[in-house]
């Protein structure tokens, strides 16, 4: 029997392995100078971090130490966000896990958590929105110099989240108990095929949903709203399997425009996590 763990990493891997993801890295595409093969690296390397938040330790140090572990491959960030919803959702895995398990974990996080957190910015860079100008001296992208900030403030992670939901969807499930994630376990669940096609066809789901928050920061409002209203469509005609040549024609274009849908990658990784711990799908 998997760990709670292994099934992260799992995750992670599975994730990277659907086919086609638009805009994405997967088994069959690559981006100029992020591989494939570095989102394999990278899941590896962030297992001693999840096994830190499987044993008990903080939220914020086993965050730190995921990322660092993900960081040691040459591609740069692969999974960060994915990892930071992953870290809470091992912590609170116990034969499974639960929305109201996982709530309690992040209302329980500290100031030390959040100092965790803006650490894991000193291991990889991050694409961030710029902050509004009172929270500038809160700015992740400054690391450890954030942290006088943090202290003075009393901010925990939690509260950290939720002054980041505006534009981050993966600060949104922290504050909303994870119902994407929660959400796209159960997609994964009614699909068909193998996990990794399922995982596909998920992603597609999750990105027609709503906009997603990095693809936003990046190019704007109307290109990230125009990708989920194209995706839509695509869902609407059937599963990834079924409309294959329309979505991979959507996927290269994407690419050659360098539109990354990163968040929605980060829910869907959370929810095959979620799946495979409660047993919603078998592997």
Request: charged share 25%; hydrophobic share 40%; glycine share 8%.
């Amino acid at each position: 029997m998997r760990s709670a763990s292994q099934n992260a990493e799992l995750a992670l891997l599975l994730e990277v392995c659907g086919t086609p993801k638009p805009g994405n890295v997967d088994r069959s595409r690559d981006l100029d100078d992020l591989l494939f093969e570095h989102f394999l690296a990278g899941a590896v390397g962030s297992q001693r971090g999840l096994r830190m938040a499987e044993s008990g330790e903080p939220i914020g140090r086993s965050f730190e130490r995921s990322v660092e572990g993900m960081a040691e491959q040459g591609g740069g960030n692969t999974q960060f966000g994915a990892l930071l919803l992953l870290v809470a959702l091992v912590k609170a895995s116990d034969d499974g896990v639960s929305r109201s398990a996982v709530e309690s974990v992040v209302e329980d996080t500290t100031v030390a958590d959040a100092k965790g957190f803006y650490r894991a910015f000193e291991h990889v860079d991050v694409f961030v929105s710029e902050p509004p100008d009172e929270l500038e001296a809160l700015d992740v992208r400054r690391g450890d110099d954030a942290i006088p900030a943090l202290e003075t403030r009393g901010l925990t992670l939690l509260d950290v989240m939720d002054r980041s939901v505006p534009g981050d969807d993966v600060a949104r499930e922290w504050v909303t108990g994870f119902k994407r994630s929660f959400d796209a376990a159960n997609r994964l669940a009614e699909a068909t095929g193998p996990i990794a096609d399922r995982a596909a066809t998920v992603f597609l789901s999750v990105l027609a949903d709503r906009p997603d928050t990095l693809v936003a920061g990046r190019h704007g409002d109307s290109v990230a709203t125009e990708v989920t209203e194209r995706a839509a469509v695509l869902v609407e005609s059937g599963s990834v399997e079924a409309n294959r040549d329309a979505v991979e024609s959507f996927s290269d274009e994407l690419v050659s425009r360098g539109v990354n849908p990163g968040t929605t990658a980060d829910l869907t990784a959370a929810g095959l996590f979620i799946a495979l711990e409660n047993e919603l799908i078998e592997l």
